[in-house]
């Protein structure tokens, strides 16, 4: 399949400050990619250089195979949604629908009727005659997803379209926008620093850090095995132990060796970080002879709703902590509480290793 | 996987579409147009400066014989003198009225503050007039003031009155955003009132008061009508320029004093500027609104003060509005309308006051136009810093040339002969192009404030919808800032009305505007038929000013339904 966008050593400086360094990132056609990175990390930055709203520094720009590094926004193919919306205030909500369409020198008739449309689509079929000011903010945010998709561009481009709404109603639109996208198979880039967002919609992730790419991949690539020590900080929860590779497959912490996937891209006794996520540090039923034992004593625990999160000290090695998620099922048949003896496993397809 | 050498980066060049064009020939031509109707003249006005009376280059000479002739070198010190005086005096005047308005309780807030307005519509020379009926030398209460009104003690009563609500408003600004939560602290932390005074209240005013005070600085320092009318021998800059141009037709030594008058008067706004860009927002979002709570001593007290105040501003115009319709002052005080019969006084009679609706509805309409299309293609056009800077320079440029400064430029430019655009000289057209060009700033930084609160992405979205700029200008940008384009559009019309410094110069016989009739007339020695003339300029710009606030609230409410939730 031939890529739909493709963007190639892309560099964005402001005066002395590098915004974007050397970015290259292929979309496929039909694709939903988010942006994910925290703030400041250059994905606002990357979206307008695509869009050709702040033009990039060098580096190039090729849209369904046109090099469009160089042109206008008005000479390219998107629709774009921002956080504020940026409806227009003293327009209807069809008139702000209809804006792009009125230009294009269509029937009247033609265009109430495409607007009544996209309206219907994004579930405000009757608002037509509303202004902006009189709709809520997850309500105007809908318009200005209908007046984007309104042109019918191959492109579509959302500034953190849903960090101004309150958590219920994003809920609602992060569903309803990502059915949408589906149903008109647009492809699509959304900026977000909300990762649970990002890996309930996304078809790809990239993660940005620093103007630069740190992984790109599924929600599932990026969550189960991030390329990057700050990837696996940033996407979820993550425990990282300090310690020295002994062999391409052992990590020494402390008084522990840890058995891990094979590492070769590391070099045999460098410091490295070996990481676990706290849901994947096994307690129940650990067989005699298995793998990563170590054993602990819960020093807090926190009732977080569904699960609790324990704050666990190795009790060979003082020094070494992680945190595990305990379901309540497991608090309650194993009567864990602050202070009780546990043997855990770090199971080692769980463990992954970094260097320092 | 190739190891190619990396390609070279060069750095790319952004093709511009129609729309970046489109606006960057405008700015190219509001540069123009901005180059022809401020700087040019100014330099034309600089450069007279050194030349004899025939045009030849003389260097520094009318320099040097300006500073080594006393009586002109007295009148720069005059000048100095006296806005220094009406400084000290105008601007904490202005500071406790305006505290009144927005720190305490007063009954009938709205009409104290209407009243302090009322100057503003009214050309200069209309105090000054007043000032004559009460203690000139057949005046009412000559026998209470000790010498003659006429010169310091008249020209200085009469900047107060002038100057009073241009520092009331700027106080007003200053003093209506207040924290109330600093106030609750300083209160919790048990300060006494006057060190609250001292270290909240008067630290927060702290930028309003100096641009107060270099606002009543430059407007006494520039102002031609007052010292005209009452400044009897006592020469100040404004009426130098006045009597070396039109008197003794010395255009190089008007010139010349017309520099001297610029130095202060640029400088003045330079400080400002300085001033102003240290000024942090003191006011954040999260800051509660200062709601003041009645107490009846201090309420009292400014009640008095302010009753007294908008009683000397009341008097001074009913002085002048009686002195109009008296027949024979002060010997027959029977009342009549004789005194509006303008033919008989001057040759344009009632055409002056036409002429002037005339002028002032065209700078109006030109002059909005201009100024909010302009800030609108400086605020909006991609990239061209350069020339976005230089048009920030020229349109802040006005604010700091005194008016008849800039009416001097005008005769210099526009009258020579070697100028095509000499064809204005003399036409009403002049007068609005000069009008437009004195008053620019104000409306510049209005729209250009309007079009920074409005959301920057409008450009964008319509960019991405492939509709081009201007279209969104005309349905969305121009629409939603209405009510500044009215605001910048009634001041234009009420200073076109009152102003005489800028145009002074630039009249002939069948354009001669109202305020100017006014100082011929008076310079005729009719006073009460200036007094008139007077009076019907100050009711002809209130009453625009009235229908303008009618219209803002009935009709802009029935036009912009959009801004109702
Ligand atoms: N016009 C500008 N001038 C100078 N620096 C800028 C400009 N615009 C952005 N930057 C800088 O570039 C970096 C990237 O900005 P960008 O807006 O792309 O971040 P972001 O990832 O979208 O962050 P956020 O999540 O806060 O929106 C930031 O450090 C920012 O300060
Ligand atoms: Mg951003």
């Given at each position: 399949m031939t890529n739909y966008l493709e963007v190639r050593d892309l560099s964005k400086r402001f005066g002395d400050f590098t915004a974007l360094g050397n970015v290259s990132l292929d979309v496929t056609e039909g694709e939903f990619v988010c942006f994910l990175g925290p703030s400041g990390c250059g994905k606002t930055t990357l979206l307008r250089a695509i869009a050709g709203l702040d033009p990039q520094t060098s580096g190039t720009i090729r849209q369904k195979g046109r090099d469009v590094s160089a042109l206008p926004p008005a000479q390219r193919d998107f629709g774009i949604v921002f956080q504020s919306y940026a409806l227009f205030p003293n327009l209807t909500v069809a008139d702000n629908v209809g804006y792009g369409l009125v230009s294009r020198r269509q029937a009247r008739g033609a265009i109430a009727k495409r607007v009544e449309e996209l309206l219907a689509m994004v579930g405000l079929p009757d608002s037509g005659p509303k202004y902006p000011a009189q709709l809520s903010g997850g309500q105007q945010q809908r318009v200005a997803l209908a007046r984007a998709l309104a042109t019918s561009p191959g492109l579509l481009l959302l500034d953190e379209p849903l960090s101004a709404l309150d958590a219920r109603v994003r809920l609602r639109l992060r569903h309803e926008i990502k059915a949408l996208q589906r149903r008109l198979g647009v492809t699509t880039i959304m900026v977000t620093h909300d990762q649970e967002e990002a890996l309930t919609m996304a078809d790809r992730i990239v993660v940005m850090n620093h103007g630069a790419i740190e992984q790109v991949g599924s929600p599932q690539e990026i969550y189960r095995r991030p390329a990057t020590a700050f990837v696996a900080d940033f996407v979820g929860s993550m425990n990282f132990l300090a310690g020295t590779l002994e062999t391409s497959e052992r990590v020494k912490i402390g008084g522990l060796v840890f058995a891990c996937p094979m590492q070769d891209g590391l070099v045999v006794g460098t410091k490295v970080r070996l990481s676990i996520r706290p849901e994947d540090v096994r307690v129940r039923d650990l067989p005699a002879d298995v793998a990563n034992r170590v054993p602990v004593e819960v020093a807090e625990l926190d009732f977080v709703g569904a699960f609790c999160r324990a704050s666990l000290k190795v009790r060979t090695d003082g020094d070494v902590a992680l945190v595990a998620d305990f379901s309540s099922n497991l608090i309650r048949d194993l009567g864990v509480d602050i202070g009780s003896r546990l043997d855990v496993a770090l199971p080692p397809d769980r463990v992954r290793v970094y260097a320092a | 996987?190739?190891?190619?050498?990396?390609?070279?980066?060069?750095?790319?060049?952004?093709?511009?579409?129609?729309?970046?064009?489109?606006?960057?020939?405008?700015?190219?031509?509001?540069?123009?147009?901005?180059?022809?109707?401020?700087?040019?003249?100014?330099?034309?006005?600089?450069?007279?400066?050194?030349?004899?009376?025939?045009?030849?280059?003389?260097?520094?000479?009318?320099?040097?014989?300006?500073?080594?002739?006393?009586?002109?070198?007295?009148?720069?010190?005059?000048?100095?003198?006296?806005?220094?005086?009406?400084?000290?005096?105008?601007?904490?005047?202005?500071?406790?009225?305006?505290?009144?308005?927005?720190?305490?309780?007063?009954?009938?807030?709205?009409?104290?503050?209407?009243?302090?307005?009322?100057?503003?519509?009214?050309?200069?020379?209309?105090?000054?007039?007043?000032?004559?009926?009460?203690?000139?030398?057949?005046?009412?209460?000559?026998?209470?003031?000790?010498?003659?009104?006429?010169?310091?003690?008249?020209?200085?009563?009469?900047?107060?009155?002038?100057?009073?609500?241009?520092?009331?408003?700027?106080?007003?600004?200053?003093?209506?955003?207040?924290?109330?939560?600093?106030?609750?602290?300083?209160?919790?932390?048990?300060?006494?009132?006057?060190?609250?005074?001292?270290?909240?209240?008067?630290?927060?005013?702290?930028?309003?008061?100096?641009?107060?005070?270099?606002?009543?600085?430059?407007?006494?320092?520039?102002?031609?009508?007052?010292?005209?009318?009452?400044?009897?021998?006592?020469?100040?800059?404004?009426?130098?320029?006045?009597?070396?141009?039109i008197g003794q037709q010395n255009f190089s030594m008007g010139a010349v004093v017309g520099m001297v008058l610029l130095a202060p008067a640029a400088l003045a706004f330079l400080v400002d500027r300085l001033v102003q860009r240290k000024q942090v927002a003191l006011l954040t979002a999260r800051?509660?609104?200062?709601?003041?709570?009645?107490?009846?001593?201090?309420?009292?007290?400014?009640?008095?003060?302010?009753?007294?105040?908008?009683?000397?501003?009341?008097?001074?115009?009913?002085?002048?509005?009686?002195?109009?319709?008296?027949?024979?002052?002060?010997?027959?005080?029977?009342?009549?309308?004789?005194?509006?019969?303008?033919?008989?006084?001057?040759?344009?009679?009632?055409?002056?006051?036409?002429?002037?609706?005339?002028?002032?509805?065209?700078?109006?309409?030109?002059?909005?136009?201009?100024m909010f299309v302009g800030a609108w293609l400086n605020e909006k056009t991609r990239g061209f810093g350069v020339i976005r800077g230089i048009v920030q320079l020229l349109a802040f440029l006005p604010m700091a040339v005194p008016g008849i400064v800039l009416g001097l430029g005008y005769i210099f430019f526009f009258n020579a002969p070697n100028n095509p655009l000499n064809f204005l000289y003399a036409t009403i057209g002049i007068l609005v192009i000069n009008t437009v060009a004195h008053f620019y700033t104000v409306g510049h930084l209005t729209a250009t404030t309007a079009l920074k609160q409005i959301h920057p992405e409008f450009e964008s979205v319509s960019a991405s919808l492939k509709v081009p700029i201007w279209k969104t200008f005309g349905r969305v940008t121009a629409p939603i800032c209405l009510p500044a384009i009215l605001d910048i559009a009634i001041y234009l019309f009420v200073n076109a009305m009152t102003t005489v410094s800028s145009v002074i110069f630039l009249y002939a016989p069948d354009t001669k505007l109202a305020s100017v009739a006014a100082v011929n007339i008076e310079e005729a020695g009719t006073t009460a038929a200036a007094a008139a003339l007077c009076l019907v300029i100050v009711i002809t710009s209130a009453a625009v000013k009235a229908l303008h606030l009618l219209a803002d609230r009935f009709l802009l409410g029935r036009l912009q339904a959009w801004r109702r939730r």
């Open positions: - | 996987m190739s190891l190619a050498a990396p390609t070279p980066k060069t750095v790319l060049r952004i093709s511009l579409s129609r729309d970046d064009l489109l606006m960057r020939v405008g700015l190219v031509a509001l540069v123009g147009v901005l180059l022809l109707i401020v700087a040019l003249p100014l330099w034309a006005l600089l450069a007279k400066g050194f030349e004899d009376r025939d045009g030849r280059y003389v260097g520094l000479a009318n320099y040097i014989s300006y500073f080594s002739t006393p009586a002109l070198f007295n009148s720069a010190l005059n000048s100095f003198h006296v806005a220094a005086v009406c400084t000290v005096i105008v601007v904490p005047m202005s500071f406790l009225y305006a505290y009144a308005l927005t720190r305490t309780v007063l009954p009938g807030k709205w009409l104290f503050q209407g009243i302090s307005l009322i100057p503003i519509f009214a050309p200069s020379l209309l105090p000054g007039l007043a000032l004559v009926y009460l203690f000139g030398n057949q005046g009412f209460f000559k026998g209470l003031i000790g010498g003659s009104i006429y010169g310091f003690d008249g020209i200085v009563i009469a900047q107060v009155f002038y100057c009073f609500p241009h520092a009331t408003m700027i106080m007003v600004t200053a003093l209506a955003t207040a924290d109330a939560r600093l106030y609750e602290a300083a209160d919790a932390l048990g300060a006494s009132k006057i060190r609250v005074f001292f270290t909240v209240t008067l630290p927060g005013a702290k930028y309003g008061l100096i641009s107060a005070a270099l606002v009543v600085f430059t407007l006494v320092i520039t102002d031609f009508g007052i010292a005209k009318v009452i400044g009897g021998n006592f020469n100040v800059l404004a009426t130098d320029v006045y009597k070396q141009v800051a509660v609104p200062l709601i003041p709570k009645p107490k009846f001593g201090r309420d009292l007290f400014f009640t008095a003060f302010c009753t007294l105040v908008s009683a000397g501003i009341l008097a001074i115009l009913g002085m002048a509005a009686w002195g109009s319709l008296i027949k024979y002052w002060p010997y027959n005080l029977s009342l009549t309308l004789a005194n509006y019969e303008f033919a008989n006084f001057d040759a344009n009679g009632w055409e002056s006051y036409f002429n002037s609706l005339r002028m002032a509805a065209g700078t109006a309409i030109i002059g909005t136009a201009l």
